[in-house]
T-cell receptor, first 116, second 117 residues
Framework: GAGVSQSPRYKVAKRGQDVALRCDPI?????LFWYQQALGQGPEFLTY????????KSGLPSDRFFAERPEGSVSTLKIQRTQQEDSAVYLC??????????????FGPGTRLTVL | AQKITQTQPGMFVQEKEAVTLDCTYD???????LFWYKQPSSGEMIFLIY??????QNATEGRYSLNFQKARKSTNLVISASQLGDSAMYFC??????????????FGPGTRLSVLP
C-alpha cells in the first residue's frame, strides 16, 4: 500500500497484559514517529526513529513503554504491564526526510488500545 | 506554557460559507513549520496545508488558506465554501528547528468543526 499502515486497528487488553503495536511506514521514509492521542485531545509525541536509530524517546511516559525499528522500516511499540491510563489511540507517522522545511508527516490510521 | 493554542473547542458553519479556525503558537526558534491536519471521525490524520516561518506569502491549497501573522505568532486556517465533508477535528501543529534532525510535531488541542446543511 502507499500509506502508513498500523495493526491491529483495535486492541483490548486486561490490565497487566503486554501488548505490541505494529507500524509499517511509507517505503523509503527515513523518519518514524509514535504519538499517543487521548480521547478528545491532540496527539502527544512519544518517540522518534531516524532509520533504525531511536534518537528521541523523551515522550515515553514510563519504562513500561518500549519501541524498536530494527531494520529501519517496520516499527513496534510495546507496552508492558498495561494500565488503564494507557488507554488511547496510538498513532504512527513517517516522513521522507529527517529535517528541512515542508516535510509533512504522514499518519497511519492508529491503533485504539483499551485496557480493562 | 502551551506551545500551540486553539481557543475554539467547537465551531459551526453553514454549508457553502467560509470559516476561520484560530491557532497561535509560542516559539523562540527562527526556523519552524506550521501544519494543519484534519481528523474525521474515522480517526486518520489528513495533512491539509503547511506554512514555513520564512515563507513570505500566505499558503493556499485549494479551499484551504492560511492567514499567517508572524509577529503575532498566529496561523489561522480559512476554509472557503464549506462542505458537509469538512466536519471533523482540526489540529494545528508546529515543528520547531526544522533544519535540525528529528523534530517532532507539537499539536494543539484541536477545534471540532461542524458544517450545517
Amino acid at each position: 500500500g502507499a500509506g502508513v499502515s498500523q495493526s491491529p486497528r483495535y486492541k483490548v487488553a486486561k490490565r497487566g497484559q503486554d501488548v505490541a503495536l505494529r507500524c509499517d511506514p511509507i517505503s523509503g521514509h527515513v523518519s518514524l514517529f509514535w504519538y499517543q492521542q487521548a480521547l478528545g485531545q491532540g496527539p502527544e509525541f512519544l518517540t522518534y526513529f531516524q532509520n533504525e536509530a531511536q534518537l528521541d524517546k523523551s515522550g515515553l511516559p514510563s519504562d513500561r513503554f518500549f519501541a524498536e525499528r530494527p531494520e529501519g522500516s517496520v516499527s513496534t511499540l510495546k507496552i508492558q504491564r498495561t494500565q488503564q491510563e494507557d488507554s488511547a489511540v496510538y498513532l504512527c507517522a513517517s516522513s521522507l526526510r529527517d529535517r528541512g522545511p515542508y516535510n509533512e508527516q504522514f499518519f497511519g490510521p492508529g491503533t485504539r488500545l483499551t485496557v480493562l | 506554557a502551551q506551545k500551540i493554542t486553539q481557543t475554539q473547542p467547537g465551531m459551526f458553519v453553514q454549508e457553502k460559507e467560509a470559516v476561520t479556525l484560530d491557532c497561535t503558537y509560542d516559539t523562540s526558534d527562527q526556523s519552524y513549520g506550521l501544519f494543519w491536519y484534519k481528523q474525521p471521525s474515522s480517526g486518520e490524520m489528513i495533512f491539509l496545508i503547511y506554512q514555513g516561518s520564512y515563507d513570505e506569502q500566505n499558503a493556499t491549497e485549494g479551499r484551504y488558506s492560511l492567514n499567517f501573522q508572524k509577529a503575532r505568532k498566529s496561523t489561522n486556517l480559512v476554509i472557503s465554501a464549506s462542505q458537509l465533508g469538512d466536519s471533523a477535528m482540526y489540529f494545528c501543529a508546529m515543528r520547531e528547528g526544522i533544519y535540525n534532525y528529528g523534530q517532532n510535531f507539537v499539536f494543539g488541542p484541536g477545534t471540532r468543526l461542524s458544517v450545517l446543511p
